[in-house]
């Protein structure tokens, strides 16, 4: 009897870990999809987050690029010609058609070694004097002939935000003699990136290398000229070099973006371009939370008929227990009983009557 009770508890057994292994696979090769599918869409979006930074950067870099062209020539043309009448006018001249086939600049300007207006690309010269600047005190105090990016500041002739793009003009003998300089509109930079899709809380950002955001979108009040070196951001560039991928919490607005930043290939200055890691995983939300819901339901389903079959499966193994029981019992109070049974009684359907043993004899 003892052997039977336990043959029938471990049938019993079984069922319930096939049933709660069966469970158990269910939930954990759903989970096991979704963080997987959590990390392909994390992965998808860096990559996308690095070709959005490298498109940014090459944009920038041409447009500044075509600047300092043009201030190549106007340098040239100042310490060949001299900046006499005839020479200025003919500065103006080319000054004129040139801010007029470059769509970014605001304007090109000439100061002479006071920091005075002496040439510039608009219809009417100003009596104005830029000597208090960042690029011309940097220019005064530099040999350097390469060009230098400032730091962004609202022009004196529009009134507009601008990025300052310069170069040092000398004397023959070497000594400084003023300035030549391209004004790039930042509002051309925000509607090239507002041309772009980056989600609602997504951003790009055009930053010197000093620290200094010189562009950004979305563009607020006091974002443009701001110093950031101390943001995380910033400091993740300068430790880990020109190109780079990070996630991150924006020190700016507080949003949870995946950031790719990338240096520009001829000036110092870098873009970075930013998605909003919630509007990233959106999709994968909406997905996840459908796929779980069914998974969950079919858990159920199994979970209630895998029950089932183990409560008939106990309901009969107490029933067999009870007939166990019952014929025991009988047994202990009629001894011949067992012997009966031993010798086939009483006779059982569908088996042959047994034969008596007198009847043998006769025959």
Excluded at 15 to 33: P, Q, T
Excluded at 115 to 123: H, P, Y
Aim: proline share 4%; hydrophobic share 45%; aromatic share 8%.
């Amino acid at each position: 009897m003892s052997d039977s009770i336990f043959k029938r508890s471990s049938i019993t057994l079984r069922a319930v870990a096939f049933v709660v292994a069966v469970c158990m696979s269910l939930i954990v090769i759903d989970g096991w999809r979704s963080w997987n599918g959590r990390a392909i869409e994390l992965r998808q979006t860096e990559v996308a987050a690095s070709n959005l930074v490298r498109a940014t950067a090459q944009q920038a870099d041409d447009t500044i690029k075509e600047a300092d062209t043009a201030l190549i020539g106007i340098v040239e043309r100042i310490e060949h010609d001299g900046t006499g009448p005839a020479a200025l006018a003919r500065i103006h001249t080319v000054l004129t058609q040139q801010a007029a086939e470059l769509g970014q600049l605001n304007g090109l300007f000439v100061y002479d070694e006071k920091g005075r207006w002496i040439a510039d690309s608009q219809a009417v010269l100003l009596n104005l004097n830029n000597s208090d600047r960042e690029y011309f005190i940097f220019h005064r105090t530099h040999t350097d002939r390469g060009p230098h990016i400032g730091i962004p500041v609202i022009s004196r002739s529009t009134g507009k935000w601008i990025i300052p793009v310069s170069r040092r003009i000398d004397h023959a003998d070497g000594s400084f003699a003023g300035v030549a300089l391209a004004t790039i509109d930042v509002d051309f930079f925000s509607r090239f990136y507002a041309s772009l899709d980056i989600g609602n809380a997504g951003a790009i950002a055009l930053i010197s290398e000093s620290g200094v955001m010189l562009v950004r979108r979305p563009l607020a009040n006091g974002f443009v000229g701001k110093n950031v070196s101390e943001t995380g951001l910033f400091r993740d560039y300068v430790a880990r070099g020109p190109v780079g991928t990070r996630l991150t919490r924006s020190s700016q607005d507080g949003v949870t973006r995946i950031f790719s930043f990338r240096r520009l290939t001829r000036y110092p200055l870098f873009v970075a371009a930013a998605l909003s890691k919630d509007e990233v995983l959106s999709g994968w939300w909406s997905d996840t939370l459908w796929h779980s819901g069914g998974v969950i339901f079919l858990v159920l389903v199994v979970a209630f008929f895998g029950w089932r079959l183990i409560q008939q499966i106990e309901f009969r193994t107490k029933a067999e227990t009870e007939v166990v029981r019952a014929r025991d019992a009988l047994e202990s109070l009629n001894p011949n009983a067992g012997a009966a049974r031993d010798a086939g009684w009483p006779h059982r359907p569908g088996q042959p009557p047994p034969i008596r043993r007198d009847a043998r004899q006769r025959v």
